[in-house]
């Protein structure tokens, strides 16, 4: 009777995991198929027209001249989950890698509680506080935009990826710079990030592959953020409202 009580209670543990599992993946289904509709809106919203040829001169001219770095070409964007503006994960010849851009911080696509208590909410905050005073909302709506946009740049296509190797915070994840080819011409992510009011400058500095400071670097997206602001673009174009 204890034998066949137990073979009933397991019976039944096993169907509830077995439920918990499909309705699990429906809820993941389903949220995904919302990020997408919400992402097309976002993208008619959010993104605005493309950089004119003025925001185009002022990016800068790639030019791979340092030796302190390695040159990984025939890059392909692998999809990902955990796939956002900033940090990708990527198929490159020797394996597979993950790396996060540098000198651009695109904001949270969404607002999270973890296990362990911790939430991204004032991550988020300071990321909107940075990019015109944005609420959560419209915070995660650029953040989504620029998951969107670098997907958009990358998926299917080809890119150079490069990088010191230098690990984020000793974690698994690189610091890389990422050229893709806009308009025909090779352009630093970061660069078309900022340009489009996608994100905001934050995060690890280093000087460029061509020899270019750190701090001149900086001062360049400085003015590709005030030409974006001036052209209402991305987050400057939510601002206020």
């Not at 950089?51 to 040159?71: C, D, F, H, M, N």
């Not at 597979?96 to 911790?118: C, H, K, L, M, T």
């Not at 997907?151 to 190797?165: D, E, Y």
């Amino acid at each position: 009777m204890a034998a066949k009580k137990k073979q009933t209670v397991l019976s039944t543990a096993i169907m509830l995991v077995v439920i918990l599992t499909f309705v699990w993946s429906r809820y993941q289904e389903l949220s995904e198929g919302q990020e997408a509709e919400s992402a097309e809106v976002i993208q008619t919203e959010v993104l605005s027209a493309a950089p004119s040829s003025q925001g185009e001169a002022q990016l800068t001219k790639v030019k791979l001249s340092s030796s302190r770095y390695q040159i990984w070409e025939d890059c392909m964007m692998i999809d990902h989950r955990g796939n956002d503006g900033d940090s990708f994960h990527i198929q490159a010849s020797h394996g597979r890698e993950e790396i996060r851009i540098y000198f651009v911080d695109a904001p949270e696509s969404a607002a999270r509680s973890y296990r362990d208590g911790n939430t991204n909410h004032a991550r988020i905050a300071q990321q909107g506080a940075a990019m015109g005073g944005l609420n959560q909302a419209q915070t995660t709506e650029v953040g989504t935009a620029a998951k969107l946009f670098v997907k958009q740049l990358l998926a299917g296509k080809r890119f150079t990826v490069v990088t010191s190797g230098e690990r984020v915070y000793n974690s698994h994840r690189k610091y890389a710079f990422v050229i893709v080819d806009w308009k025909g011409q090779p352009h630093y992510l970061h660069e078309l990030l900022v340009v489009h009011g996608l994100g905001r400058i934050h995060t690890k500095p280093v000087n460029l592959p061509d020899k270019t400071t750190a701090s001149k670097q900086k001062q360049h997206l400085r003015n590709l953020e005030t030409y974006a602001k001036r052209m209402r673009y991305g987050a400057w174009a939510i601002v206020g409202k």
